[in-house]
């Protein structure tokens, strides 16, 4: 798996985030809360559920898992 087919599957995905604790563990989340904006970009406040089991080492670990997933 390469690099650029890890992006280009996160650009098909919609409704989830790469996010990273202040641990430096890494995960994809589909699962959470946010308010709805009038219009596109904007200023958005998002909560994230993460289970345990989705926090990874890194990036690309993150990544992988997200697509085994299928979200």
């Not at 994809?28 to 406040?45: C, H, L, M, R």
Request: charged share 30%; glycine share 6%; no cysteine.
């Amino acid at each position: 798996m390469t690099d650029t087919d890890r992006l280009n599957w996160l650009e098909k995905q919609s409704g989830i985030a790469l996010i990273n604790d202040d641990f430096g563990h890494w995960a994809v989340s589909g699962e959470g809360v946010q308010n709805v904006p009038d219009k596109t970009p904007a200023d958005i406040e998002t909560t994230f559920f993460v289970e345990k089991k989705q926090w990874k080492r890194n990036i690309r670990k993150a990544i992988d898992a997200a697509m085994r997933e299928d979200f």
